[in-house]
Every structure is written in C-alpha cells, then in structure tokens.
C-alpha cells in the first residue's frame, strides 16, 4: 500500500523519540511533526534528518484503513495500546 497524499496521520499520531525539526527532544504522539508542510508532506524525506521510525514504518490497510481519519484513529488507538 502505498500512503495516502497528505494524510500525515503517522506523522501525528505516533511518538517519534528521536529530535525531528520542532522537536529537539523527539516527538510526543498526537502532536504534528515539524517536518510535515501544510499540504502534509514530510520536508525531510530522504535526508539525514528522517527519523529511523519513520523510516521503518510501512503503510498497509492494518494502519491505514480507508481514510485519513481511519489512519489516524487507528494508529493513535496503536500507539495507546503499545505506549510509544
């Protein structure tokens, strides 16, 4: 599966431990990334700045569900459950 154009839910919901821009400190979950633009688009994709989480992630319809509310329902309920 490929991932939604701005969606962003995984760049909202998740905790992200290591400094993204915004975030020297990481990121706690629910909050949006600095990196991502306004059109929800990651700034730092691809570069030395791209946190390995992210790097790691892997859309699919478990995570993702239909829609951009679904994803972010989904993985917020995931990230509850797993305590960042």
Do not use: Q
Request: with cysteine.
């Amino acid at each position: 599966m490929e991932c939604r154009p701005g969606c962003a839910a995984c760049c909202i919901a998740i905790t992200i431990s290591s400094p993204v821009p915004g975030f020297p400190n990481g990121k706690p979950a629910g909050v949006r990334c600095g990196a991502l633009a306004p059109d929800g688009r990651c700034r730092i994709w691809e570069t030395a700045e791209y946190p390995e989480v992210c790097r790691n992630f892997r859309a699919g319809r478990e995570y993702c569900g239909k829609t951009a509310d679904e994803a972010l329902r989904l993985l917020s309920e995931l990230e509850a459950a797993t305590g960042g």
